[in-house]
């Protein structure tokens, strides 16, 4: 009889049959999308034959938008509702918005949401709308391409995004209709796509200068898992900021020459020619718009120019460096990434500080997109996990209970699992033998409005004082998501643990529903936590004050004097059960102050029953 065939974990059933899965660069300047054919890694092109995709989006009343180069044609004409650079906007409030709209000239609208909004002719959108318009363009390109629905796909975000930019990439790709496998950081993707994740072990620093982020990071690879040693950068550093700068050099050779939006934008399209014909010339003749004058720019010129910039990209690499632990001898390989790297200056400085020559052999346009091409290939299921360790994040935040129930956050969300943190807590009463340990999940300041994944309770910890103790709290989270947390008191290596899946029983809805609320309440969470704060100490303070009374106050102080701290101590607790921190804390600090002179007695008197009964001897015995 034939034995029955059981396919191998992992492998789909028809061994020609692959899940069709893309990685997608997500740029300031420029967007692609890149997938696995035939077991390599290419980016992919449009009917035209155009790999790229310029990152800008041109909106009109009653027509669909355009997205790319069509819609760039239209930036000199139209710039009010020709959106570029919107990667800079991605997670910022209003108020950032403002700051940058000197660089970027479109009318910014405030909202309720504290989100900015652009004011266009199809009106007023947010910069994950417009994001959304194009990640969709890119998600037909792949789905035409690949013949195809697609099972998902890897988007890249620099590595300096914090979360609410990391955020806005998923609500954008969500709105697109994309199925977010993995948000990846764009040094890593890099690293992928030069192969360094198959070497033994390393040290590799990735420098990625796009359109509008800086981002250095200094990674050591052990066994194929990519551990990151430090990151530093400027969300708001880039290419543009070449263009800007030669733009500006352009408007001072126009003299008296005024330009309005649409040929200041016609300039700085001219400066961003210029910038890349002088990748590969030594010198450039333009004609200035407007005025008809013709200048030449040296790569000598415009290497001064752009200088500060570049200056400010090597002087984060040198903070990395120094956050990493790292010395330049241990840097095996560099690796550019970015547009804006062909810039010969760029690659100069980088070679001489990293004392190495930095790989270019990869397209530094294609290269971010292809490495997350080479992920989405392995998450989809069409290579072994084996070949590569992916570490997915916390989607929320996990942390304790700590008094007046506010919650102290151990491990906050977006962090690459596995993990581990480690905090140390102390004990709220004297002779406390015992801690209750809540563990707890969510972006909220208070118990209340967190989710209650565990509890348990650490029992043995030695009679001391009030905050004399030391108990380690511990929180690890394996690959899998399963959160072990363990609490040990330092003196006697007592110790108690509790394992909890922290994911678990949570939809993708219930997390957004969290986030969002941790966003809408942000304010009201600060103030409630503040005045949490400052009634735990002033409940600290009076249960200590009024222990030392009963304790010594007979002995210690007068009639009047105990009178008077107890009418202290009660105006202090009238205080502490209103709403006004400030005035909490300033009553603190004046019970604290009024009451220095018994704290001083008490002192004296500690010190001299030690000092009774004990003879000269016994001292000469001491110091010898």
Request: proline content about 3%; hydrophobic content about 40%.
């Amino acid at each position: 009889m034939a034995l029955l065939q059981i396919a191998e974990p992992g492998l789909s059933l028809d061994p020609h049959q692959r899940k069709l899965a893309v990685g997608i660069d997500l740029g300031t300047t420029n967007s692609l999308v890149a997938t696995v054919r035939n077991g390599v890694a290419e980016t992919l092109a449009n009917a035209d034959g155009e790999h790229i995709l310029p990152s800008v989006v041109h909106y009109a009343k009653s027509s669909a938008p355009l997205v790319g180069t069509e819609a760039a044609a239209k930036a000199n004409q139209d710039p009010y509702n020709t959106i570029q650079s919107v990667k800079r906007l991605m997670g910022r409030s209003a108020a950032d918005a403002l700051q940058l709209g000197e660089q970027l000239p479109y009318e910014f609208v405030e909202s309720d949401t504290g989100m900015p909004y652009l004011r266009t002719s199809a009106g007023d959108l947010s910069p994950v709308q417009i994001s959304a318009d194009i990640l969709k363009t890119l998600n037909r390109r792949a789905q035409e391409s690949l013949g195809g629905e697609l099972e998902g796909a890897v988007i890249t975000v620099p590595a300096y995004f914090d979360d609410a930019q990391r955020q806005a990439t998923k609500d954008a790709a969500q709105l697109a209709g994309i199925n977010v496998l993995r948000l990846l950081n764009e040094p890593t993707a890099a690293a992928v796509a030069y192969g360094l994740d198959q070497q033994d072990k390393g040290v590799v620093a990735v420098y990625d200068l796009g359109g509008g982020t800086f981002d250095i990071s200094i990674l050591r690879l052990t066994r194929g898992v990519f551990e990151v040693l430090a990151t530093g950068g400027d969300s708001a550093l880039g290419g543009d900021d070449f263009d800007h700068a030669l733009a500006n050099w352009l408007m001072q050779q126009a003299g008296e020459h005024q330009y309005d939006a649409s040929t200041s934008r016609e300039l700085l399209g001219l400066a961003r020619s210029v910038k890349e014909r002088l990748t590969n010339e030594s010198q450039v003749s333009v004609t200035l718009p407007g005025t008809g004058a013709e200048i030449t720019l040296s790569r000598e010129q415009f290497d001064a120019l752009v200088q500060p910039h570049v200056a400010k990209t090597i002087r984060a690499c040198k903070r990395a460096m120094k956050d990493a632990g790292v010395e330049l001898a241990e840097v095996q390989d560099v690796v550019m990434v970015g547009g804006s790297t062909r810039v010969p200056l760029v690659q100069t400085r980088v070679g001489e500080y990293f004392q190495r020559a930095p790989h270019v052999d990869i397209d530094p346009d294609r290269v971010v997109a292809i490495g997350a091409a080479l992920q989405a290939d392995i998450l989809a299921g069409n290579k072994p996990d084996s070949e590569l360790l992916l570490l997915d994040v916390l989607p929320l935040s996990l942390g304790l209970e700590t008094m007046g129930g506010l919650v102290e956050k151990v491990i906050h969300r977006n962090t690459a699992i596995p993990v581990a943190r480690a905090q140390e807590f102390t004990t709220y009463q004297d002779g406390q033998t015992a801690m209750l340990v809540h563990v707890l999940q969510g972006e909220r300041e208070l118990v209340d409005h967190c989710r209650s994944l565990a509890r348990f309770e650490l029992r043995g910890i030695p009679p001391m004082a009030a905050g004399a103790a030391k108990i380690r709290v511990t929180f690890q989270v394996d690959a899998d998501g399963l959160l072990n947390v363990s609490a040990k008191e330092l003196s006697t290596g007592v110790e108690s643990a509790v394992q909890v899946k922290p994911s678990y029983g949570l939809s993708d809805n219930e997390i957004t529903r969290m986030l969002q609320e941790s966003y809408s309440n942000a304010q009201d969470d600060r103030e409630a936590r503040s005045l949490r704060e400052q009634q735990v100490e002033a409940d600290r303070l009076v249960a200590a004050l009024r222990g030392a009374i009963a304790a010594d106050g007979a002995e210690l102080l007068t009639e009047q004097e105990a009178k008077d701290l107890q009418a202290e101590i009660e105006v202090l607790e009238n205080l502490s059960k209103g709403s006004s921190a400030a005035a909490i804390e300033a009553g603190v600090e004046h019970l604290a102050q009024v009451s220095d002179f018994f704290a001083s007695r008490r002192m004296d008197s500690s010190i001299q029953s030690a000092l009774q009964g004990q003879s000269v001897d016994f001292f000469e015995k001491e110091k010898r």
